[in-house]
């Protein structure tokens, strides 16, 4: 994998933020009179955008997916965000690609000001020269155009960048794009969806994605 410019996801791909997203979910349904005690039914939260999330899993009209962002945000903003942790590997490959003389982007449909704070919090901002979300409003949520406008903001060649992400909007993204693309299996995309979207590459374990570049 030569690509000089590497654009990260970041939920599921560097860190895993299973309790914090899941948990400001269920705060928002419970705000709008939705009980669910069963967190690993929330995963599917992970990834995608929130708005297309309460659409698509809880049947709202866009109005009402929008209030439960809010309600979202309201918990996460303060409490779930920190409710995350580093995948073992995430800093040393990081700091390892830096040593390569690679440039590294964020990449997430996670709003930019939430998207910030997370890596400033855990200590691996530094490993990249930026990082891009989405606005608040719902702008760039989706991995196509988040790509797009990071591309034409950096000023780079698709041939020379390569995606890394555990979904498959991560994949559709890249390919809308004409960019190389890495499916990692240790995030929250399964083999299937993965497979199914015919990756550049795909590593089962950050392990293996750390090996490829060697």
Known sequence: ????????????????????????????????GIDEPDLQLLEPFIGPPLLQ??????GFDEATAWRAVA?????????????NRLFEGTLPLLEYLGRQGRTLYIATSK????ALEIARHF???SCFKRIYGSELDGTRSHKDQLI???????????????????????LL???A??????????????????????????FSTQAELHQAFL
């Not at 000023?155 to 390569?162: E, I, K, N, S, T």
């Open 177 to 202: 794009n004409n960019l190389a693309c890495v499916a990692v299996g240790y995030g929250f995309g399964s083999r299937e969806e993965l497979l199914a979207e015919a990756p550049t590459y795909h």
């Open 123 to 125: 200590g691996f901002a």
């Open 111 to 114: 709003p930019t000001v939430f």
């Open 148 to 170: 797009a406008h990071l591309l034409a903001e950096e000023d780079l060649d698709p041939a020379d960048c390569l995606m890394i992400g555990d979904r498959k909007h991560d």
């Open 71 to 83: 309600f979202y945000r309201e918990r996460f903003k303060s409490i779930g965000l920190y409710e």
């Open 1 to 32: 994998m030569h690509q000089q410019h590497l654009l990260f996801d970041l939920d599921g791909t560097l860190t895993d933020p299973r309790e914090g997203i899941t948990r400001s979910v269920q705060h928002a349904l419970a705000q709008l």
């Open 53 to 58: 999330g309460f659409m698509q899993f809880y």
């Open 173 to 175: 993204g890249a390919r």
